[in-house]
């Protein structure tokens, strides 16, 4: 298991996030996609966000990624929505007015945290024998 480190921190995290273009309008397309991608990417090494992978649909986004515990999933998810909303809304002008003016995304989203081989069973059976393991527990700092 690899473990990311931040100042005051050791952390695996992973996060599977899902939101969607104001009403679920089809307007994430062409250059417009590519555009919010490449600003997802940037927003992402701005903020020492991991994108695992990520989709940009017509309808919708999915991003799974990881970052350090100092963020908040409500933080990263705005962080991503109202700087790329910004930079949409300065670089496709015309965008704006085919949301009637409006904000770029929805304000909800989906988030889960994801686990590779950690499931929650795991977790509630290394919580329940921990005393006995903690001559085998790793280093975090």
């Not at 966000?49 to 017509?58: G, L």
């Amino acid at each position: 298991m690899v473990f990311r480190r931040a100042a005051h921190a050791a952390y695996d995290t992973a996060y599977h996030l899902v939101w969607s273009p104001k009403d679920r309008k089809h307007i994430l397309e062409d250059e417009l996609a590519a555009r919010v991608e490449q600003m997802f990417k940037e927003i992402a090494e701005s903020y020492d966000i991991t994108i695992d992978e990520m989709e940009v649909s017509p309808d919708h986004v999915h991003i799974f990624c990881s970052f350090p515990p100092r963020y908040s999933i409500a933080r990263v998810v705005s962080m991503f929505k109202s700087l790329s909303a910004r930079a949409v809304f300065r670089e496709f002008p015309q965008v704006k007015r085919q949301l009637w003016g409006g904000e770029f995304w929805e304000d909800g989203y989906f988030a889960r945290t994801v686990g590779d081989k950690v499931t929650a069973e795991v977790i509630r059976k290394y919580i329940q024998r921990h005393k006995e393991a903690q001559d085998t527990q790793i280093d975090l700092f």
